[in-house]
């Protein structure tokens, strides 16, 4: 089992452009989520998704987009790339709280530098 | 306003001593309280989960505390190595339905 991927693991994009991060789970789990973490300011939700077809927001939702057209995947758009979302963003995934303990499965992270 | 706050940013300990990290919230009522480890350029590891009826929770040489009415979890690493090196974080989720919110985290420099 590969648990969490994430790709790409590192971009550059010139502020303005537009770029898709994947997220896939073999672990057949119903919930994911997108973090972005930045110095000093800890894990912050951007979205998640409770099943597959259902989306909602997180803590920073503005300037990204989500979908989860297949259990497995889970994506995150950029639209209009900004110098604000240089970030590391981290994926992870989960059954419901009510099945198992709530634990997180994370990705190993994805760099995105704006330029 | 909701906070979970991690009182150390940074955290240096000599190998063989009890490092103590704190977690404090306010204004959330969790179902249950979790701690992961960060190592640099990785993602987040799950370690423990401590549930609000449970006051104490060990797996080898970690132990966790929950204390509902202080608002505070404690993350003890026992007989600490240098590979306990890493960032801390906890996080925690309401009653209900809702995602874990997490804190900023505590890195730990165990120093041989």
């Known amino acids: 089992n590969a648990g969490v991927t994430q790709t790409p693991k590192f971009r550059v994009l010139k502020t303005g452009q537009s770029m898709t991060l994947l997220c896939a789970q073999d672990m057949n789990h119903e919930y994911m989520y997108w973090y972005r973490q930045d110095p000093g300011m800890g894990l912050r939700l951007i979205h998640y998704s409770v099943g597959e077809g259902t989306t909602a927001k997180g803590e920073v939702p503005d300037g990204y987009n989500v979908s989860r057209l297949k259990k497995q995947n889970f994506l995150l758009g950029l639209e209009s790339a900004a110098p604000s979302q240089t970030s590391v963003y981290f994926c992870?995934?989960?059954?419901?709280?009510?099945?198992?303990?709530?634990?997180?499965?994370f990705g190993e992270g994805s760099r995105l530098t704006v330029l | 306003s909701q906070k979970i706050e991690q009182n150390s940013e940074a955290l240096n300990i000599q190998e063989g001593k009890t490092a103590t990290l704190t977690c404090n919230y306010t204004n959330y009522s969790p179902a249950y309280l979790q701690w992961y480890r960060q190592d640099p350029g990785r993602g987040p590891v799950f370690l423990l989960l401590?549930?609000?009826?449970?006051k104490e929770k060990r797996k080898e040489r970690l132990k966790v505390t929950f204390d509902t009415t202080l608002k505070q979890s404690l993350f003890h690493i026992t007989a600490s190595q240098p590979a306990d090196s890493a960032t801390y974080l906890c996080?925690?989720?309401?009653?209900?339905?809702?995602?874990?919110?997490f804190g900023k985290g505590t890195r730990l420099s165990v120093i041989a």
């Open positions: 992870a995934s989960s059954y419901p709280r009510y099945v198992e303990t709530g634990e997180l499965f």
């Open positions: 996080a925690l989720r309401n009653s209900g339905n809702t995602p874990l919110v």
């Open positions: 401590i549930r609000e009826n449970e």
